[in-house]
């Protein structure tokens, strides 16, 4: 079901004449800067149901739907999987089946970590949790981190396994901006726990899960090959962000967004500024580029940390959820069904294209 897609060169006439931020919609805004076009982007699979999370292990990719289920593809074969989970999945907006990462053991132990939204009493929450594959059926097995605010929007969501080997997890404020200064809750932060689900013993509050805090709503997590680790974050209205994570920091909201700077918080190493937005989730690095899924950017942005320079890989291919890197491909998914986007036939899609 593969078919090449040509990048039209009417992306490029989009472009001229943007010369003001002024009543302009996100895609205008975004394409002020100078853009790529990519030879060729190939479609993998299609019909995918609000896609969130691009995984892989050997030849099969593994992509993850907000409604609970996991899409398995395999050269011309999709498949999808239903996920069993133990709690009422939630159908609110933006929650759902979100995070998904395959352990490192995932060929000989068939596990993998998920984030999930999930309803009960009339009140909802997420949690973290193992899911094993039995009889070609994910099944929720054990319980790592659980009732963590949902509110109702700013679930965060995003799981890495981290090259110190511990699962991180992006958390938002759940729609209470307070929270991420509070460093007894674990909304608006970056978590990070141990594999089995206890805490590490180096984390930097004691028995805490907390890693960094002042976090509005991150979906992005992506290390360096020389162990930088980065972030990609909502900003309110505007003020995106993409943020180098360190141990133990404060990254200011609600005390702060945008370029703003006050004494012991970390201000953006890349903002999208007052008067654009990115709508940033997914996020990879490959030789000191990262590449940033972007929603309302609908683009794969693109930042140099060498040259502190923002570009656009590709765009026109609406609201843009994940993008994950192997070998010489970048994978990416549309999330044009999310109920914020405009889906055309066949949406949403998996697609690759080389670099």
Same mark, same amino acid.
């Given at each position: ?11 490029i ?32 699979a ?17 992509? @993850? ?25 939630? $159908?609110?907006?933006?929650? =759902? ?5 395959? @352990? ?13 939204t999930?309803?009960?009493?009339? +009140?909802? %929450? ?15 097995? #054990?319980?790592l981190? #659980? ?6 929007y ?17 958390? =938002?404020?759940a729609?209470?901006?307070?929270? @991420? ?16 689900? $206890? ?16 976090h ?5 997590? @992506? ?7 980065? +972030? ?21 909201w609600?005390?702060?967004?945008g ?15 007052? $008067?654009?937005?990115? +709508?940033? $989730? ?11 899924a ?8 693109? %930042? ?6 923002? &570009?656009?890989?590709?765009?026109? %291919?609406?609201?843009?959820?994940d993008?994950?890197? #192997? ?10 069904? &999310? ?8 949406d #949403? ?7």
């Amino acid at each position: 079901m593969r078919r090449m897609i040509p990048i039209l060169l009417l992306v490029i006439f989009l472009c001229l004449g943007c010369t003001s931020t002024e009543g302009k919609d996100e895609r205008k805004v975004i394409q002020e800067e100078p853009l790529k076009v990519t030879p060729n982007v190939e479609v993998i699979a299609e019909q995918l149901h609000t896609p969130w999370s691009i995984e892989k292990s050997d030849t099969a990719l593994y992509v @993850a739907e907000r409604p609970g289920n996991i899409v398995k593809i395999t050269e011309d074969v999709v498949e999808r999987q239903q996920v069993l989970l133990k709690k009422d999945l939630s $159908s609110a907006p933006e929650a =759902g089946l979100l995070g998904f990462v395959l @352990a490192p053991d995932f060929t000989t132990t068939y596990i993998a970590y998920a984030y999930y939204t999930y309803e009960e009493e009339s +009140a909802q %929450f997420n949690r973290v949790v193992t899911l094993t594959l039995i009889d070609n059926k994910w099944q929720e097995t #054990d319980l790592l981190i #659980d009732r963590i605010q949902s509110g109702t929007y700013h679930h965060g969501g995003r799981l890495k396994i981290g090259p110190d080997s511990k699962l991180y997890v992006t958390v =938002g404020d759940a729609t209470q901006p307070s929270l @991420a200064q509070d460093l007894d809750a674990l909304e608006g932060k970056i978590l990070r726990l141990n594999l089995d689900g $206890s805490i590490p013993n180096d984390n930097p509050f004691p028995r805490s899960y907390v890693y960094s805090y002042g976090h509005r709503n991150p979906q992005g997590l @992506a290390w360096a090959t020389d162990g930088t680790m980065y +972030a990609s974050e909502h900003g309110n209205a505007a003020n995106d962000e993409i943020n180098v994570i360190e141990k133990g920091k404060n990254y200011g909201w609600p005390l702060m967004e945008g370029t703003d700077k006050q004494q012991r918080m970390v201000t953006p190493l890349f903002t999208s500024g007052p $008067s654009k937005t990115w +709508a940033p $989730s997914g996020i990879t690095v490959v030789n000191d580029r990262l590449y940033v899924a972007a929603l309302r950017g609908t683009a794969v942005l693109t %930042f140099d940390m060498s040259k502190h320079k923002q &570009d656009v890989l590709l765009s026109d %291919f609406g609201r843009i959820r994940d993008v994950f890197m #192997d070998d010489s491909y970048l994978y990416f998914i549309s999330n044009n069904t &999310d109920g914020r986007g405009n889906p055309q036939p066949d949406d #949403d899609k998996l697609y690759r294209t080389p670099l």
